[in-house]
């Protein structure tokens, strides 16, 4: 982990008030579903940084990318930056996705997204089968990125209005996917995206015998074990008795069987 003022060179608006942050190197080695903390070096109008999974790394470590959705007044700091400008990155943090599986299913809602272009492109530089993909969204403007993911995954698509391909919930698609056979008996998912929608997902997953890996998105003050801001209920042996676990350490990627919920 380390410290370090990054330039700017673009944000490029995906649409649905999401954009790519594309900052200069040197980037350190970093794997999918692991995440830096970021702020602006100048006017960062909040207290606390925010945590973003990194997105796109060029292989030399001479660039990186951050999905970013414009929500907040952090948020909005961010891809307001100017080419030029600087921003504060620390990292990488975190558990990423295992690498012990070898063909994933990668579900993703919205900016749930961004942990997934990374492992695309690793299958790719590697001459693996492109990265399957199953993306989901309100709408057609909340599939933001997913034009970057040409070529290199197989991706399915769903709107709950039906604007864009699959015309329901992300999980309805993954149903009626493993109804067609199209995703075999015993395979893994890996998964990003809002609560509700990974908790639907890690369902569908315990019903149908898959096991599922979800990358949590819980509000973080420091990023790497000081605050225990981030603590979520656990179980199993990956943690030697201890209930609680700290998200941006042994996190954010657990298997689903290792969350417990509260009053359970």
């Not at 007044?73 to 690498?99: I, M």
């Not at 997902?201 to 949590?216: I, M, N, P, W």
């Not at 990023?223 to 042994?250: D, H, I, L, M």
């Amino acid at each position: 982990m380390q410290t370090r003022l990054h330039t700017v060179r673009a944000v490029r608006d995906l649409g649905g008030d999401s954009y790519a942050l594309e900052v200069d190197g040197p980037i350190p080695p970093s794997r999918p579903g692991q995440f830096y903390m970021l702020r602006t070096e100048h006017r960062w109008p909040v207290m606390l940084p925010r945590p973003f999974s990194i997105y796109d790394r060029a292989e030399d470590g001479s660039f990186c990318s951050f999905l970013i959705k414009a929500v907040g007044p952090g948020t909005r700091a961010l891809v307001d930056q100017k080419p030029g400008e600087r921003v504060h990155l620390t990292g990488p943090l975190g558990q990423p996705y295992s690498s012990e599986f070898d063909d994933p299913v990668c579900i993703a809602g919205g900016v749930g997204l961004a942990p997934f272009l990374l492992l695309a492109r690793e299958r790719a530089a590697q001459g693996k089968s492109p990265l399957r993909l199953l993306f989901g969204g309100r709408n057609r403007p909340s599939l933001a990125g997913m034009e970057d993911f040409a070529g290199i995954s197989r991706l399915s698509a769903s709107t709950d209005d039906g604007s864009y391909g699959f015309h329901g919930r992300v999980t309805a698609l993954l149903e009626a996917q493993l109804d067609r056979g199209e995703i075999e008996k015993g395979a893994v998912v890996f998964c990003c995206g809002p609560d509700p929608m990974m908790h639907a997902v890690a369902k569908v997953c315990e019903a149908r015998g898959l096991r599922c890996f979800l990358s949590l998105e819980t509000y973080m003050a420091c990023g790497y074990g000081v605050c225990n801001g981030c603590s979520v209920a656990v179980q199993g042996p990956r943690f030697k008795g201890w209930p609680y676990s700290k998200t941006c350490t042994e996190g954010p990627v657990y298997e689903s069987c290792e969350l417990r919920h509260e009053g359970h």
